[in-house]
Nanobody, 116 residues
């Protein structure tokens, strides 16, 4: 099983980034996919989730209206479009897959830094 994040980097406040997570080694279309953020010195926190077929999404209050999660099951990839970025969005972003039997997979994480 592999989850490989890409698209991170340094961006100014108010800017945008699009994260991607390419999955392999499991039946991607059967898993709920999520993004998590770990800010410096803090615990990892849930950011957004999308159901297996993409019919439902959910977001942490801190990113509602600014971030959008989507997926392409034909490409085994989940995305996180991040707009109107703030310094507090800085951190390592992790892609996660959750399915049955209860199982969760994690990517290695990718750094996002929002700074002027």
């Amino acid at each position: 099983v592999q989850l490989v994040e890409s698209g991170g980097g340094l961006v100014q406040p108010g800017g945008s980034l699009r994260l991607s997570c390419a999955a392999s080694g499991f039946t991607f279309s059967s898993y709920t996919m999520s993004w998590y953020q770990q800010a410096p010195g803090k615990e990892r926190e849930w950011v957004a989730a999308i159901t297996s077929r993409g019919g439902s999404t959910d977001y942490a209050d801190s990113v509602k209206g600014r971030f959008a999660i989507s997926r392409d099951n034909a490409k085994n990839t989940v995305y996180l479009q991040m707009n109107s970025l703030k310094p507090e969005d800085t951190g390592v972003y992790y892609c996660s897959a959750q399915g049955l039997p209860p199982v969760r997979y994690w990517g290695q994480g990718i750094q996002v830094t929002v700074s002027s």
